[in-house]
């Protein structure tokens, strides 16, 4: 029953309702992600909320989903519009499930950053890609996005 857990959550994503995409989720859930890095206490419930409501384009497709007992994986494609650059991005993501119940405790998911940062905010990141710059200045700019929109 997870499986359908992660199906709920990919087409809530797609059709932009935060609100279900939150309710995927424990309320004292942790996220991680090359964008945002480590999202405790629930926070992952508004950076959904949040990435919903702004992404007008937004579209998700859930291509693989698998569940055995308390853990599961995902693999899943965002295509966007990022909002900052107006640039296109096409994301293919890895995640990574442990379930309390039916609800998600833990989601880890994995993406290239620089093949992300590449589309997201063009050629400029190309050399910046090949320091840990990178992700610190990505990390500091989604996460000050999220405490904006969290307050």
């Known amino acids: 029953m997870s499986e359908e857990t992660i199906r709920r959550l990919y087409a809530a994503l797609d059709t932009h309702d935060g609100e279900a995409a939150a309710a995927c989720y424990t309320d004292d ?14 926070a992952v419930k508004d950076m959904w909320r949040m990435l919903t409501a702004r992404a007008d384009d937004l579209e998700v497709v859930l291509d693989e989903a698998h569940s055995e007992g308390d853990t599961g994986r995902a693999h899943w494609t965002a295509t966007y519009t990022y909002t900052q ?4 991005v ?9 379930f309390a119940g039916e609800l ?45 929109f969290r307050s």
């Open 90 to 98: 096409v994301n293919r993501i890895e995640a990574r499930f442990r």
């Open 29 to 42: 859930a942790l996220f991680e992600d090359p964008a945002f890095g480590r999202l405790e206490d629930g």
């Open 85 to 88: 650059t107006g640039r296109p």
């Open 104 to 148: 998600i405790a833990e989601q880890v998911d994995s993406f290239s950053l620089r093949h992300w940062a590449r589309q997201a905010i063009g050629p400029r990141t190309v050399l910046l890609g090949l320091t840990p710059l990178l992700g610190v200045a990505v990390r500091k700019q989604a996460r000050g996005r999220l405490d904006q």
